[in-house]
């Protein structure tokens, strides 16, 4: 099957326009002192491959200056790469920014006309879709108004119903979901997961890494130009966030003192936290009951979960208890007993709550000098997630950029 | 050794021949973008001024008008039929100076769409031309008017006046290309050829006649293109006096020339123009 889009060893390269003589008098002015134009070269890009295939839903994320808007250039045929080559097959709509290529003297009928050639469609092409670029964008009867007494939001709405209606092969989203009011905005996100189940190849750049994991499934991540990571959008979304020293949970801003430790777990998996209305909270303070310190410590160890969790060992813990499995794993490698009856019965006591004593219990099970290291005091206090996070971080090194950057790209197809 | 280097430097290598023949089509392929363009051009121009299109029409005048008054009494030319002379001068240097100082800054001016989508970039400059033409040819009526006042009698030749717009079109297109160019990577070219262009106009006979030059400069006029454009109009709407045939086939290889040179020129660096953009 024909690829939708494939760059081999794309490199684009950017003179530095600072270093570079902006005007015929500069060039004269150094020609006579003697001095040659002397130039920087920056390579916005170097040798990216990426293949996409129909159904691709691609986020590209990255700091500023990553490459990542060189990179949908590239894709939209803006800019030809230096080295290495770009194929696409398939018309491309960008969803271009707020009032590009509108005219503000003309009327919103006559702009969408306007914008609608420079999308590369017909006159015939836009008077069919006309109706239905009126009708989402809501605009009524300013539509003949010419655009200079819109609000921005009013254009906002007129650019993007007129790129939703380009009915593209790929959809280029560069930010633009932060326009226009609440209403609109529910409006844009509806019709973009509209296009996408359509069948619609998206290219998504964006600092919200909520909406590229919500939107995407392939996720890109650029640093200096460099392809970092390629491949799942929510793995690669979690390292980026943890990388970036971004908020990963709201309630642990830049400040708190277990942040790197907490972070750390969030990125390798070993927690992630509560969704409270939308929003990813840890709760520190909170205690630490033995089921959830289970899961933890099963996550943390990558402990296999047994196939079966029928006539478990502990009769307090019933198969369909949510922590069952990392509970049986945890047992199968005789890290935790349980407590005997003395009737042959154990019991794991899932839901009492885990004193600090209790885990340097466990862990000294798994490297004792190790723990006597890292954790030279142990109280008899109830353990908070915070405090749990903090031992989890020093006792099992949990770095927080481990094999990141200089990775290998790993150049599969979504 | 080292100028042969530079000439091929200069000569467009195969490949390059066949991308500008491609950015052709790509021109072909946006016609409708095209027309929207120039009709934007023209709407915009004059939707918001009362009295409209009427302005292509009475801005030849009023300055003919002036220059007249200056002229006619300082210098007593002896011209025949000046203000006939007067007006078809101003008419095609005005068509000349603005498609080409307005289209200088096309790719500027338009930075914000060339850097966000796709769109062979000639088509800016070249909208530009298209709508200073339909001025050109709107301001072929005061002139006519005139005639008809003056009892000046257009004559026959007139039917070569469509080829003669399509011939300028195509002198200014090529020389639109170049500046714009020029321009994104220059941006005092805009200086520079605003001097140019009033030392050009004045070496133009626009308003004054060919003959008050003296014999050992007229070299002058003749390496000034313009000067055989200008001719020919002439000849066509009123003196019908100069060698017709020869005079087409000059303007039409200078708009060939213009044209190529101007194309591949700016194919050779349109797609570094977006890193200055």
Request: a neutral charge.
């Amino acid at each position: 099957m024909e690829e939708l889009l494939e760059l081999t060893n794309v490199s684009v390269k950017y003179r530095l326009t600072a270093e570079a003589p902006k005007t015929l008098q500069e060039v004269i002015v150094r020609r006579l002192k003697g001095k040659k134009a002397q130039f920087k070269d920056f390579w916005a890009l170097r040798n990216v491959s990426l293949s996409l295939s129909k159904g691709a839903k691609l986020g590209i994320i990255g700091v500023n200056g990553s490459g990542k808007s060189t990179l949908l250039k590239v894709i939209a045929g803006i800019i030809k790469p230096t080295e290495g080559e770009a194929r696409v097959n398939g018309i491309i709509a960008p969803l271009i920014e707020l009032g590009a290529g509108f005219d503000f003297e003309l009327t919103g009928t006559e702009n969408v006309y306007l914008n609608g050639s420079i999308l590369g469609l017909s006159r015939k092409q836009i008077d069919s879709k006309m109706d239905n670029i009126l009708e989402f964008s809501g605009l009524g009867p300013f539509i003949h108004a010419p655009l200079r007494s819109y609000s921005s939001g009013m254009i906002a709405r007129l650019a993007f119903s007129i790129a939703v209606e380009v009915n593209a092969d790929i959809l280029i989203v560069d930010e633009v979901l932060s326009v226009g009011d609440e209403g609109f905005r529910k409006k844009c996100r509806e019709k973009i997961d509209e296009i996408i189940a359509a069948g619609t190849n998206l290219l998504f750049v964006s600092h919200s890494l909520a909406d590229v994991q919500r939107l995407c499934n392939t996720a890109l991540w650029l640093d200096k130009g460099r392809v970092v990571e390629f491949g799942d959008a929510d793995r690669i979304c979690r390292r980026y966030l943890v990388y970036f020293d971004e908020t990963v949970f709201a309630d642990i801003p830049q400040e708190h003192p277990s942040r790197e430790a907490i972070d750390a777990m969030f990125m390798h998996g070993v927690t992630n936290g509560y969704e409270v209305n939308g929003r990813r909270v840890f709760n520190p303070d909170n205690s630490v009951s033995r089921a959830e310190l289970a899961v933890f410590l099963s996550r943390v160890l990558k402990l296999e979960m047994p196939h079966s969790l029928t006539g478990g060992p502990f009769k307090d813990v019933s198969s369909s208890h949510w922590a069952a499995g990392s509970i049986a794993a945890l047992h199968d490698c005789g890290l935790v007993a349980g407590t005997s009856d003395g009737e042959g019965n154990r019991f794991f006591f899932p839901h009492d709550y885990v004193r600090a004593s209790d885990l340097a219990e466990i862990l000294s099970r798994i490297d004792e000098e190790k723990l006597r290291a890292t954790l030279p005091v142990v109280s008899d206090e109830l353990l908070t997630r915070g405090a749990t996070a903090e031992i989890f971080y020093r006792f099992f090194s949990l770095s927080n950029d481990q094999n990141i950057v200089g990775g290998e790209c790993h150049g599969a197809s979504a | 050794m080292n100028g042969c280097a530079g000439l091929k430097s200069i000569l467009p290598s195969g490949k390059q021949m066949g991308e500008s023949v491609r950015e052709l089509k790509e021109l072909a392929r946006y016609q409708d973008l095209f027309k929207n363009l120039v009709s934007r051009d023209l709407k915009v121009r004059y939707r918001r001024s009362v009295l409209g299109f009427l302005w292509v029409i009475l801005n030849p005048l009023f300055m003919m008008i002036i220059l007249y008054m200056v002229f006619s009494g300082l210098f007593h030319f002896t011209t025949e039929n000046y203000v006939a002379y007067l007006l078809s001068g101003i008419i095609f240097w005005n068509f000349y100076a603005q498609s080409t100082s307005t289209s200088m800054l096309s790719f500027v001016s338009n930075s914000d769409l060339i850097r966000k989508i796709y769109l062979p970039k000639a088509i800016f400059p070249l909208s530009v031309i298209a709508s200073a033409l339909v001025n050109f040819a709107f301001s072929l009526i005061p002139l006519f008017a005139v005639f008809l006042l003056t009892g000046t009698h257009p004559g026959s030749y007139v039917v070569f006046l469509p080829l003669f717009l399509i011939q300028a079109a195509l002198f200014s297109f090529g020389v639109a290309l170049m500046l714009s160019t020029l321009m994104v990577f220059f941006r005092d070219t805009q200086y520079i050829y605003e001097v140019l262009l009033l030392g050009w106009m004045y070496t133009t006979p626009i308003f004054y006649p060919e003959s008050i030059i003296p014999h050992h400069f007229k070299f002058i006029l003749y390496l000034n293109p313009l000067y055989y454009f200008l001719t020919l109009f002439r000849t066509l709407v009123f003196t019908h006096d100069a060698a017709l045939a020869a005079n087409i086939v000059i303007v039409t290889g200078l708009s060939v020339l213009s044209f190529s040179g101007g194309w591949l020129f700016y194919n050779r660096y349109k797609d570094r123009l977006i890193f200055h953009l």
